[in-house]
């Protein structure tokens, strides 16, 4: 069974930065395309990076956090990141990571869902 287990989120002031970490267990992790969504209060899920399966993947980013997130994988490690800088308080959400095999999407068309880690930005 794959798992999907985020960590890094928190608190941090507007013009700060965090970085995300996502570790895959049981599956082939480096088959995957991965991808990370997040989901503010009130609204929906929304995608915000997204990298392909190779070790020195293509990456496609939502257009509001370009130049300020930087999505990277360690095929080594099973895990993804999600390095995030000059934080904004409409960055406020709880951020997912998933996975999929195959191509990466905009779409929630992920198989596999971590559950989740909220970053707030304070401003």
């Known amino acids: 069974q794959v798992q999907l287990e985020e960590s890094g989120g928190g608190l941090v002031e507007a013009g700060g930065s965090l970085r995300l970490s996502c570790v895959v267990s049981?599956?082939?992790?480096?088959?995957?395309?991965m991808g990370w969504f997040r989901q503010a209060p009130g609204k929906g899920r929304e995608f915000v990076a997204a990298?392909?399966?190779?070790?020195?993947?293509?990456?496609s980013y939502l257009h509001s956090v370009e130049g300020r997130f930087t999505i990277s994988r360690d095929n080594s490690k099973n895990t993804v990141y999600l390095q995030m800088d000059s934080l904004k308080p409409e960055d406020t959400a709880v951020y997912f990571c998933?996975?999929?095999?195959?191509?990466?999407?905009?779409?929630?068309?992920?198989?596999?869902w971590g559950q989740g880690t909220p970053v707030t930005v304070s401003s």
């Open positions: 049981g599956g082939i992790f480096s088959t995957y395309a």
């Open positions: 990298i392909t399966s190779d070790s020195d993947g293509m990456t």
């Open positions: 998933a996975a999929r095999p195959g191509y990466m999407t905009h779409t929630r068309d992920y198989d596999y």
